[in-house]
């Protein structure tokens, strides 16, 4: 999609439970909501890590994949299987 087809852009942050900060870009589109999420620390050691899903009706949907990838980047240990 084009970025002129944007209906609304938001930018929210906020801190996650592991004390990292957390950017969240949602986009709705026409037919779809886009959410881009990213942690970029300003202190070692440096991470610049961000992940984007879609869903086609629900900014909540979309939002939980995106950390969910997000996550699985982060913190890997936390999906280990033991």
């Known amino acids: 999609m084009k970025t002129a087809d944007y209906l609304s852009w ?8 592991y004390g990292d900060e957390i950017e969240m870009d949602i986009i709705r589109y026409p037919n779809e909501y886009q959410i881009t999420v990213n942690i970029c620390d300003e202190k ?7 992940a984007t ?4 009706r629900s900014k909540k949907h ?8 997000l996550y699985k980047t982060a913190y890997p240990t936390l999906f280990e299987h033991k």
Request: overall charge neutral; glycine content about 0%; charged content about 20%.
């Open 62 to 69: 979309a939002a939980k994949k995106a950390m969910l990838q």
């Open 53 to 56: 899903a879609t869903h086609p």
């Open 10 to 17: 938001d930018v929210i942050q906020f801190n996650n439970e």
């Open 44 to 50: 070692p050691p440096y991470r610049d890590i961000t």
